[in-house]
């Protein structure tokens, strides 16, 4: 069994998408402990969006059961056109290697209209993707017709050249009643 972490460090001033929260980390300390104290988004790194996020549902990441965010996982890219069997996909772009570049958050490849919509008819539960968002630069289309079916989104995932086409996926957020959660992802492969 190999375990594969697909998730980005939260770290002080880490890059955050456009407009978000800068992200803070102070650590205070006296002789007996040592106490960290973060500022930061919820849309911060490698993080889970609900459908609350674009007002289409009151369902906030606390109300999504633990079932909904493990499965089987399947690789695909913006130009599958199959969809195989499984409970959660994942979008490998590559764009995940221009993270800590200026241009990482300018000109990403979203998932296209009718790759979203098989995966709609294919009642995944969840897409992730290593890109900033499952939408291109300034469109919220995609969003929309996920969330709206109740099908979670996770942005900002790394490592997928890691992984086989199929392996067990893990999502792990915060159970915070908020329309996004950083989380721990993660990656099981035989």
Same mark, same amino acid.
């Given at each position: ?16 998408f ?13 002789e ?5 104290a ?19 549902d009151?369902?906030?990441v606390d109300?999504i ?7 089987q ?8 056109d199959?969809? &195989?069997?499984g409970?959660i ?34 009642g ?11 939408d291109?630069?300034?469109e919220?289309?995609i ?16 490592n997928?050249?890691?992984i &086989? ?15 996004a959660s950083?989380?721990?992802v ?5």
């Amino acid at each position: 069994m190999k375990i594969i972490d697909l998730t980005r460090r939260i770290e002080d001033s880490m890059p955050v998408f456009p407009g978000d929260s800068p992200v803070r980390i102070r650590t205070l300390e006296d002789e007996n402990y040592v106490n960290s104290a973060m500022e930061a988004g919820m849309h911060t790194g490698t993080h889970i969006d609900a459908p609350a996020h674009v007002h289409c549902d009151d369902e906030t990441v606390d109300r999504i059961g633990l079932e909904r965010l493990t499965g089987q996982g399947f690789l695909i890219s913006p130009e599958t056109d199959k969809i &195989p069997d499984g409970d959660i996909a994942v979008l490998r772009t590559g764009w995940d290697s221009k993270w800590g570049l200026e241009e990482y958050f300018k000109d990403y490849r979203g998932i296209p209209l009718g790759l979203a919509e098989k995966l709609v008819d294919h009642g995944v539960k969840g897409v992730c993707t290593d890109g900033p968002s499952v939408d291109m630069p300034g469109e919220t289309a995609i969003h929309r017709l996920l969330l709206e079916r109740g099908i979670w989104i996770v942005e900002n995932i790394k490592n997928t050249d890691l992984i &086989p086409e199929r392996f067990r996926i893990f999502v792990v957020p915060l159970n915070v009643m908020a329309e996004a959660s950083p989380v721990r992802v993660f990656a099981v492969t035989d």
